[in-house]
């Protein structure tokens, strides 16, 4: 979507009253074969094209298919849109489409007294009912008293719309979730164009199916263009004064970070090779990685995670971009292979898509918690710059920043994401391709030093005065060979070296090469100059945060928050930003692992407030725990 006017809101179709918002909160809950996933992502895109502000909470279980209409097979899908500008998927639904007793039962109690639930009734059987411990339906027993209910009986209403169609009833139920898209679609007058175009792409190669799901979908909007039922539909204008002009898409984390980094191999002039074991949540970046041959980009999944990082590590030697995807079991297993990174000084970008553990934990969740992992889970010495994007746009950003340093400096970088940035989206300005930054990195051409003799040759570990990198030289360049391996090097000849002095020393450059790395001083966001305390985040927590910090300043209270980006090194001016203020809250997804290393660094005596729940903090309740902390 282009930005850059102020557009008509549309009219309001069908017969009732429109009602003017400013801002909705959405969930789609059902389960896991009910297509939740897919309702919200084709909600989602509309919105977005319609210009709406933008944010998103997918929720789904871990189980590839947990037991038909039971609590742990509940998946949702959960959008907040504004005519505003928008930082979180909302603290709680202000509509609730629960496709079944379980969604109802698991969702009930996050939706607020007043707010709607659109509840399909084909599905409050008795032993339905009784998979999730209800002997009396909550339709009837005054369980949803306060709420404002619209009981609608989905499948039946669907199965009669696809009656001509010919299909099996069971084809046909399919098809409910498309039904209720298009009745929200019709409550919130969203575009249908471009989700009728979509779903005849999807099922091309089946065209009654394609059919069916369109007649579905027209069907939900026009029963609630003619119900009684649904006698007020709501309009909220495109968000337009919370965008700079530009061309707009929606995005989730995981595809801004994968078009992040083919952009950076477009920048560098190099091969982007990506060497890969799935594992949820960084999978979606093998998937979309493997789509651009066409930009010189090579996706290897591995057997295993070792596998995947050796490929990537020996792609790193011959000259390409290498990046290796993972989440934090992933990790575990990589962490040799990255020690053997920093010692051979080669770039590669290891994306960390972090979730709950330890071992395999909540492989669905979201979590903080792989902090000092990335910081010091490796034997030895071995120092790896970290870095973290605060939003899902933002990781196209944090993808080429990744880049840039381990390619100057010639190093693995940690990128660490998260659950819910990586599969929440966003509406994205796409860059200008002048807006990006030139990361060519030149490759060793032939000799770099002299002997004493006056001949000359080539030192592998001759380093860069201002960076302390090492020349990158690829195999095959004729003079330039030498050896390399996990053993030590001699300084400069790269020979092995058993010497205790050259081993310090060697130990010694390393950690003063990423002590040197440059990075953008913190920023500081304190408009009136005069608070004393200082919310601190880095990640994913950014979007709560700042919104939490706005309630309380639309409260009268002064406060100051920063975030952090780089986690290693720390911005330079961070000691003195944080003595600055005479209270600093950390809050974060672990249990303080932020905390701990300032604490360590800076002797600041900060204080954590954590989470690991497996969901983002709300920014009601955040905000109520900086009250607390700041009145302490």
Same mark, same amino acid.
């Given at each position: 979507?282009?930005?850059d006017?102020?557009e008509?809101? =549309?009219?309001?179709?069908?017969?009732?009253?429109?009602?003017?918002?400013?801002?909705?909160?959405?969930?789609?809950?059902?389960?896991?074969?009910?297509g939740?996933?897919?309702?919200?992502?084709?909600?989602?895109?509309?919105?977005?094209?319609?210009?709406?502000?933008?944010s998103?909470?997918?929720?789904?279980?871990?189980?590839?298919?947990?037991?038909?209409?039971?609590?742990?097979?509940?998946?949702s899908?959960?959008?907040?849109?504004?005519d505003?500008?928008?930082?979180?998927?909302?603290?709680?639904?202000d509509v609730?489409?629960?496709?079944?007793?379980?969604?109802l039962?698991?969702?009930?109690?996050?939706? =607020?007294?007043?707010g709607?639930?659109?509840v399909?009734?084909?599905e409050?059987?008795?032993?339905a009912?009784?998979k999730?411990?209800?002997?009396?339906?909550?339709?009837?027993?005054?369980?949803?008293?306060?709420?404002?209910?619209?009981?609608?009986?989905?499948?039946?209403?669907?199965?009669?719309?696809?009656?001509?169609?010919?299909?099996?009833?069971?084809?046909?139920?399919?098809?409910?979730?498309?039904?209720?898209?298009?009745l929200?679609?019709?409550?919130?007058?969203?575009?249908?164009e471009?989700?009728?175009?979509?779903?005849?792409?999807?099922?091309?190669?089946?065209?009654?199916?394609?059919?069916?799901?369109?007649?579905a979908?027209?069907?939900?909007?026009?029963?609630?263009e003619?119900?009684?039922?649904?006698?007020?539909?709501?309009?909220?204008?495109?968000?337009?004064?919370?965008f700079?002009a530009?061309?707009?898409?929606?995005?989730?984390?995981?595809?801004?970070?994968?078009?992040?980094?083919?952009?950076? +191999?477009?920048?560098?002039?190099?091969?982007?090779?990506?060497?890969?074991?799935?594992?949820?949540?960084?999978?979606?970046i093998?998937h979309e990685?493997?789509?651009?041959k066409?930009?010189?980009?090579?996706?290897?999944?591995?057997?295993?995670?070792i596998?995947?990082? +050796?490929?990537?590590?020996?792609?790193?030697?011959?000259?390409?971009?290498?990046?290796?995807?993972?989440?934090?079991?992933g990790?575990?297993?990589?962490?040799?292979?990255?020690?053997?990174?920093?010692?051979?000084?080669?770039?590669?970008?290891?994306?960390?898509?972090q979730?709950?553990?330890?071992?395999? +934990?909540?492989p669905?969740?979201?979590e903080?918690?792989?902090?000092?992992?990335?910081?010091?889970?490796?034997?030895?010495?071995?120092p790896?710059p970290?870095?973290?994007?605060r939003?899902?746009?933002?990781c196209?950003?944090?993808?080429?920043?990744?880049?840039?340093?381990?390619?100057t400096?010639?190093?693995?970088?940690?990128?660490?994401?998260?659950?819910?940035?990586?599969?929440?989206?966003?509406?994205?300005?796409?860059?200008?391709?002048?807006e990006?930054?030139?990361?060519?990195?030149?490759?060793?051409?032939? =000799?770099?030093?002299?002997?004493?003799?006056?001949?000359?040759?080539?030192?592998?570990?001759?380093?860069?005065?201002?960076?302390?990198?090492?020349?990158?030289?690829?195999?095959?360049? =004729?003079?330039?060979?030498?050896?390399?391996?996990?053993?030590?090097?001699?300084?400069?000849?790269? #020979?092995?070296?058993?010497?205790?002095? #050259?081993h310090?020393?060697?130990?010694?450059?390393?950690?003063a090469?990423?002590?040197?790395?440059?990075?953008?001083?913190?920023?500081?966001?304190d408009?009136?100059?005069?608070?004393?305390?200082?919310?601190?985040?880095?990640?994913?927590?950014?979007?709560?945060?700042?919104a939490?910090?706005?309630?309380?300043?639309?409260?009268?209270?002064?406060?100051?928050?920063?975030?952090?980006r780089?986690?290693?090194?720390?911005?330079?001016?961070?000691?003195?930003?944080?003595?600055?203020?005479?209270?600093?809250?950390v809050?974060?997804?672990?249990?303080?692992?932020?905390?701990?290393?300032l604490?360590?660094?800076?002797?600041?005596?900060?204080?954590?407030?954590?989470?690991?729940?497996?969901?983002?903090?709300?920014a009601?309740?955040?905000?109520?725990?900086?009250?607390?902390a700041?009145?302490?």
């Open positions: 979507m282009d930005i006017v102020a008509p809101v =549309p009219a309001g179709t069908g017969v009732g009253e429109v009602r003017r918002l400013d801002r909705v909160v959405i969930r789609f809950a059902g389960d896991s074969g009910d939740m996933q897919l309702t919200g992502d084709r909600f989602t895109s509309e919105t977005a094209s319609f210009g709406n502000d933008l998103t909470l997918p929720n789904f279980p871990a189980e590839i298919r947990a037991p038909a209409g039971t609590l742990p097979g509940v998946s899908f959960q959008l907040h849109f504004a505003h500008d928008i930082l979180t998927p909302g603290d709680a639904p609730l489409v629960a496709m079944n007793p379980a969604a039962r698991a969702n009930l109690a996050d939706v =607020p007294r007043g709607e639930i659109i399909n009734t084909d409050f059987a008795k032993r009912m009784a999730v411990g209800w002997d009396v339906s909550p339709l009837e027993d005054g369980t949803l008293e306060g709420y404002r209910v619209h009981p609608v009986p989905l499948t039946t209403l669907t199965l009669e719309a696809l009656k001509e169609f010919g299909l099996t009833r069971k084809e046909a139920e399919r098809s409910k979730n498309m039904f209720a898209l298009g929200l679609s019709w409550m919130y007058h969203r575009p249908t471009g989700t009728e175009s979509f779903l005849r792409r999807k099922f091309a190669k089946r065209p009654v199916i394609a059919e069916a799901n369109v007649a979908f027209r069907a939900g909007w026009n029963f609630g003619t119900t009684e039922d649904f006698a007020v539909s709501y309009e909220v204008a495109p968000a337009v004064s919370a700079p530009g061309t707009y898409r929606n995005i989730s984390g995981n595809l801004a970070l994968s078009l992040g980094l083919v952009a950076a +191999g477009e920048r560098a002039g190099l091969p982007l090779y990506l060497g890969s074991y799935p594992i949820t949540p960084a999978s979606d093998l990685l493997s789509k651009h066409n930009f010189g980009v090579r996706t290897f999944q591995a057997e295993d995670e596998a995947g990082i +050796g490929a990537a590590l020996g792609a790193a030697f011959g000259g390409s971009l290498a990046v290796t995807t993972t989440s934090g079991p990790v575990a297993l990589k962490s040799e292979t990255i020690g053997l990174a920093v010692s051979l000084e080669l770039p590669l970008v290891v994306v960390d898509i979730r709950g553990g330890p071992s395999t +934990g909540l669905t969740k979201t903080q918690a792989d902090l000092l992992q990335a910081m010091f889970g490796r034997n030895g010495e071995a790896v970290v870095i973290a994007p939003t899902p746009g933002d196209f950003d944090a993808a080429l920043e990744a880049a840039r340093i381990a390619l400096y010639r190093t693995p970088v940690f990128l660490l994401s998260d659950g819910y940035l990586a599969n929440g989206s966003e509406p994205w300005r796409v860059p200008e391709t002048g990006l930054p030139d990361l060519r990195t030149p490759f060793a051409t032939g =000799p770099n030093h002299t002997l004493a003799d006056g001949s000359e040759v080539f030192w592998p570990y001759k380093r860069d005065p201002e960076t302390l990198a090492r020349p990158w030289a690829v195999p095959g360049t =004729p003079g330039l060979e030498h050896r390399i391996g996990g053993i030590e090097k001699q300084d400069g000849t790269g #020979n092995i070296s058993y010497d205790p002095a #050259n310090e020393h060697m130990v010694r450059t390393r950690q090469k990423t002590d040197s790395i440059t990075v953008p001083d913190l920023t500081v966001d408009p009136g100059g005069t608070a004393r305390v200082l919310v601190l985040g880095w990640g994913s927590t950014y979007g709560p945060i700042t939490a910090v706005r309630r309380l300043r639309k409260d009268g209270r002064a406060i100051a928050q920063a975030h952090l780089h986690l290693n090194p720390f911005p330079a001016n961070l000691g003195t930003v944080l003595a600055s203020y005479d209270k600093v809250i809050p974060e997804m672990n249990l303080g692992q932020l905390s701990l290393l604490r360590a660094r800076y002797l600041t005596p900060v204080h954590a407030h954590t989470q690991i729940n497996g969901m983002p903090f709300k009601a309740q955040l905000a109520d725990a900086l009250k607390e700041t009145d302490a």
